[in-house]
């Protein structure tokens, strides 16, 4: 549509003329309400993706940690049944998975580091909550949007090679009675993966909706995971082993050696029970969706309106 001031006939006062230029209503595919999250969370998935240093840097960190470990399990048969001095070489072999954990977690916290700690808080930064909430975009969208984005994205990162180094294990297999006794690999690299994925997508999640600078959100979150962490760990030294469920990566490495049935002689060892360190997992990811979900609806109630 377009309007244009032409003069009258007699010359006196302008008249407005509305001339048609052939407007069309929008008769493309219209989405439901519901599926919005799905939106959220392809962007979320696609921002992280754009830059070598956000989540490909950890990305190839998580490769090369599989590698390693693969390459380790592809020559333990051989090799380790002659260095084994009367251990089973089987038992080095499946120790494998479980003692990588540790090195996985490094990744998933370098992916937190780069992307879900500062994921609300930049968005609260730069006013991005203005544009969602015009949209009519609702809140549990946006939370369940970055949820399942941030959780592809470290799970590719936590719980895709272990599961991985399982479809290896399997492989390794002598016989097939070997192999057949050796699927409860499988479910037990998901479960710890799953846990992972808690640790380093949900829980970093919650710290960046505590504040609204992303800067102080990756402060809080590194403070958080290191020095309340790192004193977790001490005070489960010193008193009872259930404290130190609280370091996310003793937790998740304390549910890998217990499913594995690995026991770890390496310097002193914490006694820390599995049940703690589930119950710390989930109790913490509980709490941070809890905080994402009220620092957005407050966000929507206090900026431009939107679906409820």
């Not at 001095?85 to 990744?107: E, H, K, N, T, V």
């Not at 599961?163 to 070997?178: F, H, P």
């Not at 959100?217 to 309340?228: D, E, N, R, S």
Request: aromatic share 10%; charged share 15%.
């Amino acid at each position: 549509m377009s309007a244009e001031i032409l003069p009258s006939e007699s010359g006196s006062r302008p008249a407005g003329t509305i001339h048609d230029l052939g407007y069309k209503r929008y008769v493309g595919t219209r989405r439901a309400p519901s599926t919005r999250w799905r939106v959220i969370a392809r962007h979320q998935i696609a921002i992280s993706w754009k830059t070598w240093w956000r989540f490909k840097s950890a990305l190839g960190l998580a490769v090369i940690v599989t590698f390693v470990a693969g390459g380790f399990m592809y020559f333990a048969k051989e090799t380790l049944s002659r260095l084994a001095r009367g251990q089973d070489p089987l038992r080095l072999l499946d120790a494998a998975l479980p003692q990588s954990i540790a090195f996985y977690c490094r990744a998933g916290f370098l992916t937190s580091l780069l992307i879900a700690a500062g994921v609300v808080a930049g968005d609260m930064q730069t006013g991005a909550f203005t544009f969602y909430f015009a949209r009519s975009t609702r809140p549990r969208d946006y939370v369940v949007g970055k949820l399942v984005g941030l959780g592809a994205l470290v799970a590719l990162i936590v719980a895709a090679g272990p599961l991985l180094l399982a479809g290896l294990r399997l492989g390794l297999s002598d016989s097939t009675d070997e192999l057949v006794s050796s699927l409860h690999i499988v479910p037990k690299a998901l479960a710890v993966g799953a846990l992972a994925t808690l640790a380093y997508a949900v829980v970093p999640l919650g710290f960046s909706a505590l504040v609204a600078n992303r800067r102080y959100a990756l402060a809080l979150w590194a403070a958080y995971y290191l020095v309340v962490g790192t004193m977790a760990t001490f005070l489960g030294f010193v008193s009872t082993g259930a404290i130190a469920a609280l370091d996310l990566p003793t937790a998740v490495q304390t549910v890998a050696f217990d499913l594995f049935n690995v026991d770890v002689r390496f310097g002193r060892r914490l006694d820390v029970p599995t049940s703690a360190a589930v119950a710390s997992i989930v109790a913490q990811a509980a709490a941070a969706i809890a905080i994402v979900a009220y620092s957005v609806r407050r966000a929507q109630r206090t900026g431009v309106g939107g679906a409820s």
